[in-house]
């Protein structure tokens, strides 16, 4: 499987074969957050004591290989907003002391990335030849505004990458098989996508079925990417393994990537 999970004692989290720095897709297991945010929960805004989010990172930074202290997060509105950042802009672990964006982009080495999904869509991006990373965070909302494609661009624009050379890894997310939307939803797709679109949706009486990895693949392909991996996990079907904002009806913890600029890029 090219997005694999790995263990380290109780903690887990998913990695992919096509990306060769420090990165990890974090699932609900192996933190110290109790009842509904068991136990992995890696975000202030969801209830949890402070000095247990912290912890949860910290476990994270020692599995995955990243320092806590050299983190910049993201304060998401499901926009199209990236952010090219440095070691200037680590201000702590509260993600919403951050200006907001969905993508996070980085040539700094040590810099560490993170996202937050909860049924979204989070995407990582490595070009091995630059050493620039980035980080997506794409509801529907953000695969409509073609944000995986315009993240790969703004690191062509600001880092010299080249979208032959990028790595991408798509994670856990709400799958084809329990993304039930309203017409809104697909018809918004094929309007940015084309009829390109229409192979990832699937009517199902007055409602539809839509791929949102399928899609935000498409998006990277029309940027160029040609190595793309995508995990096959639904964050729905295994709500036990990861939080599902539509089957917890809010009440849950934070999932989401992570992605480090490597020390002693080429």
């Known amino acids: 499987m090219p997005v694999k999970p790995i ?10 074969e096509n990306i060769c720095v420090p990165h990890a897709f974090t699932t609900r297991l192996g933190g110290v957050s109790t009842g509904a945010l068991s136990s992995l929960n890696i975000s202030f805004h969801r209830g949890d004591d402070d000095e247990n989010v912290v912890e949860n990172i910290r476990r994270l930074g020692d599995a995955v290989g990243f320092d806590p202290r050299k983190m910049v997060l993201s304060h998401q509105v499901h926009s199209d907003t990236i952010r090219a950042v440095t070691a200037d802009d680590c201000i702590g672990h509260d993600h919403h002391c951050y200006p907001q964006c969905d993508a996070l982009i980085t040539n700094t080495p040590g810099l560490c990335l993170m ?7 989070p995407i990582l991006l490595h070009d091995p030849v630059t050493g620039a990373v980035g980080a997506v965070h794409a509801g529907w909302r953000g695969t409509v505004l073609d944000l995986a ?9 600001a880092y010299g990458c080249k979208a032959e050379n990028i790595r991408a890894a798509i994670g856990p997310n709400i799958g084809f098989c329990c993304f039930q939307t309203d017409a809104d ?11 390109a679109a229409q192979m990832y949706i699937r009517p199902q009486g007055d409602k539809y079925y839509v791929n949102l990895k399928a899609i935000n693949a498409l998006s990277l ?21 990861f939080w599902s904002h539509r089957v917890t009806g809010g009440l849950r ?14």
Do not use: W
């Open 7 to 16: 263990k380290t004692g109780a903690l887990e989290y998913l990695a992919s």
């Open 115 to 121: 996202i937050f999904t909860a049924d979204c869509t």
């Open 253 to 266: 913890g934070s999932q989401g990537a992570v992605i480090l600029c490597k020390e002693g890029r080429p």
């Open 149 to 157: 494609g315009k993240t790969v661009r703004a690191m062509e624009a």
């Open 185 to 195: 939803v697909p018809r918004a797709m094929v309007k940015t996508y084309g009829d």
């Open 221 to 241: 392909k029309n940027a160029g990417v040609t190595h793309i991996e995508i995990s096959d996990a639904c964050t729905v079907c295994q709500h036990h393994r």
